[in-house]
């Protein structure tokens, strides 16, 4: 597959608090762009929220969940658990 070139502009504070995130998630700049435009192809959308209104956590100190959430549609069995300490005896 052949590359192609694409110059953004961004102001320098911007881009450099970016780059730190990414080095700490082991990504270079190219390499985050990508992702983002390979996820927004895959997703045939943007691959996140935009919003007018500002995300503060709630009292669980997570984010509000999105559009495409399952939030309410999974739940847990009560014996979830029971094959883990099925595992526990065999290993002791």
């Known amino acids: 597959m052949s590359t192609t070139n694409i110059n953004i502009r ?3 504070e911007t881009k450099a ?16 762009v990508n992702l983002f ?5 895959r997703m ?8 007018t209104k500002t995300s503060r956590p709630n009292s669980d100190n997570k984010l509000p969940f999105g559009r495409g959430c399952m ?20 290993m002791e």
């Open 10 to 12: 961004t102001d320098s």
């Open 17 to 32: 608090r970016a780059q730190q995130i990414f080095s700490t998630l082991g990504l270079d700049m190219t390499t985050a």
């Open 71 to 90: 939030k309410g549609t999974i739940q847990i069995a009560e014996d979830f658990d029971a094959p883990l300490e099925d595992f526990k005896e065999y």
């Open 44 to 51: 045939n959308d943007i691959p996140f929220v935009l919003s």
């Open 37 to 41: 435009l390979r996820q927004t192809v």
